[in-house]
């Protein structure tokens, strides 16, 4: 009897150990779906193969995901004749790889029809998309749900790339993030491109309505000022490697080369400007840090009940 007892409380420790706040948990597909992670990763890394640019759009749109509404898949939903959907805003033009969630989707309804939520698939194509570029693998604790809400202007909530380090601290801040954990996040910037229409304010006006903002390089801002010239929609990398995840975003901001202003603020401010330094100088501190936030990220407002879309882009 005693023994009995013994057992269950063991078995209610663990069941507790392996629960993430939330409800969420690392095996959460074990019995009802057990090649869940096999079949993302998978797609993600044969989509990759093909164009490794996509690697940033899928970080990019978990980022968009968890910042608006929790982590709910919010970002995938198509607009409709009566709602015009996140997906719309001007704040998507860097959001691209809709296809390869679509295509882990398809392939998981005919395994196990109804069961993988679309905010865990992108919350696991984004993880696979780091490691696939160089970065760290880890795990991600799974079981959010799928939201039902898309609304363009919910999108105001994205910090805009004019930010500067106090208000960078304060919007994350808000969601539950150290200043640390916001620099670390913006590292995803390691991956991708920026275009013109992002940074054009920080060069000089041709009406002299603004001049060259003064934290960039002299020799960059010839760099910047020459991708413009192809236009508003020329894209920038925001590093020398952009197909690669690694720490050279951060070197960049420390030889004043960080293309947005909410990129160089991070520098220049001496609140943010030594963990900028430290992530230069240890790659592997900021590996560490990075997965720690994404995983953190990842837990936001996410939704214990509500629906399992069968087609991403559409609620039930
Ligand atoms: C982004 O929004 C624009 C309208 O602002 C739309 O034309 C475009 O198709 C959207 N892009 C994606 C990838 O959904
Ligand atoms: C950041 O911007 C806010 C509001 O625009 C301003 O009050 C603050 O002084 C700025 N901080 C820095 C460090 O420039």
């Known amino acids: 009897m005693r023994l ?5 409380l063991m078995v209610v420790i663990i069941v507790v150990m392996f629960r ?4 969420l948990n690392m095996n959460y597909y074990i019995m009802t779906c ?3 992670e096999f079949i993302i990763k998978n797609s993600v890394n044969s989509a990759l193969r093909a164009d490794p640019t996509l690697a940033a759009g899928l970080i990019r749109m978990h980022f968009h995901d968890c910042f608006i509404e929790g982590c709910d898949a919010s970002v995938l939903l198509d607009s409709t004749k009566d709602n015009t959907a996140e997906k719309d805003s001007p704040a998507n033009l860097s959001l691209r790889g809709y296809e390869i969630i679509d295509d882990a989707k398809q392939q998981l309804e005919m395994q196990c029809p109804g069961v993988v939520s679309c905010a865990d698939i992108v919350a696991m194509a984004a993880r696979d998309a780091v ?8 795990d991600i604790p799974k079981g959010r749900k799928d939201g039902t809400r898309s609304k363009i202007e919910d999108t105001r909530n994205l910090p805009p790339p004019i930010l500067n380090s106090s208000e960078l601290i304060k919007m994350f801040g808000q969601h539950g993030f150290t200043a640390q954990e916001m620099v670390a996040l913006s ?3 390691t991956l991708g491109v920026a275009r013109c229409s992002s940074f054009k304010n920080r060069l000089k006006s041709f009406d002299s309505t603004h001049e060259v903002d003064p934290s960039i390089d002299n020799q960059f801002v010839k ?3 020459n991708t413009c010239n192809a236009g508003d929609n020329a894209e920038q990398p925001f590093d020398a490697s952009r197909n690669m995840f690694d720490n050279a975003y951060y070197n960049a901001l420390q030889r004043q080369a960080g293309v947005l202003s909410s990129d160089q603020t991070l520098m220049t401010d001496p609140k943010t400007r030594p963990i900028v330094n430290g992530y230069a100088m240890n790659q592997a501190m900021f590996f560490f840090d990075f997965q720690r936030a994404m995983i953190k990220m990842g837990l936001l407002d996410v939704k214990e009940t509500g629906q399992v879309r069968q087609n991403c882009r559409k609620i039930n």
Do not use: Q
């Open 4 to 8: 009995k007892k013994m057992t269950m």
């Open 20 to 23: 993430h706040s939330n409800g």
């Open 34 to 36: 057990p090649m869940v």
């Open 131 to 138: 490691f696939f570029a160089g970065g760290p693998v880890y």
């Open 187 to 189: 590292g995803g910037h």
């Open 223 to 225: 760099t910047l000022a």
